[in-house]
């Protein structure tokens, strides 16, 4: 089949970029969850992203300790604590946000509490991401989809 020589190799790469197609399900901070002082301090959500390496397509699961909220914020909101307007989510302890990384999601990614002075007061999360396939970065997940399904329909009939 022309082309297959190619599609092979790109396949294997992206297959290993991607761990094998298996996104990786992050609980945010751990057993202590997504929650506001005193259960935190400054710090406690840097110290939980620290040295985690998170790819897009990988889940950050928000599990609300307490009454809590949750938005997508910029760097500057996020450095500022600044009250953003959309929220992704909000609810009691016990409920809680699955956040999905695009796939092609490329840097640095930013959630913060917008209730009261929770964010100043450490619950706020930054986290580096590594898209897990580089070199498709420019496409929307749909063409990305599209390619990848065309990818594996093309192997299968080899
Ligand atoms: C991250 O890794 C570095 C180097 O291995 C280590 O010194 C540091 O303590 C780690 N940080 C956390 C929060 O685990
Ligand atoms: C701290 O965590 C406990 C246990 O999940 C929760 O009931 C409480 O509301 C939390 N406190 C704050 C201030 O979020």
């Not at 914020?73 to 009250?83: G, I, P, Q, T, V």
């Not at 930013?110 to 002075?117: G, K, L, N």
Request: proline share 3%.
């Amino acid at each position: 089949m022309a082309g297959s020589s190619l599609i092979v190799p790109v396949i294997l790469a992206m297959s290993c970029l991607t761990r094998g197609g298996m996104a990786v399900r992050y609980i945010v901070g751990d057993q202590v969850g997504w929650t506001s002082p005193p259960n935190i301090t400054s710090g406690f959500y840097d110290d939980w992203a620290a040295n985690k390496t998170f790819m897009g397509g990988d889940f950050l699961e928000f599990n609300y300790k307490g009454t809590q909220n949750l938005a997508v914020a910029s760097k500057e909101e996020y450095d500022r604590c600044k009250r953003v307007p959309k929220l992704l989510g909000e609810g009691e302890e016990g409920e809680g946000y699955a956040y999905q990384l695009a796939a092609n999601a490329n840097g640095m990614h930013y959630f913060i509490s917008t209730i009261d002075s929770h964010c100043e007061g450490g619950q706020k999360l930054a986290v580096k991401v590594t898209s897990s396939v580089p070199f498709l970065t420019s496409l929307s997940s749909d063409s990305l989809s599209v390619l990848v399904s065309a990818i594996l329909s093309a192997l299968s009939i080899r």
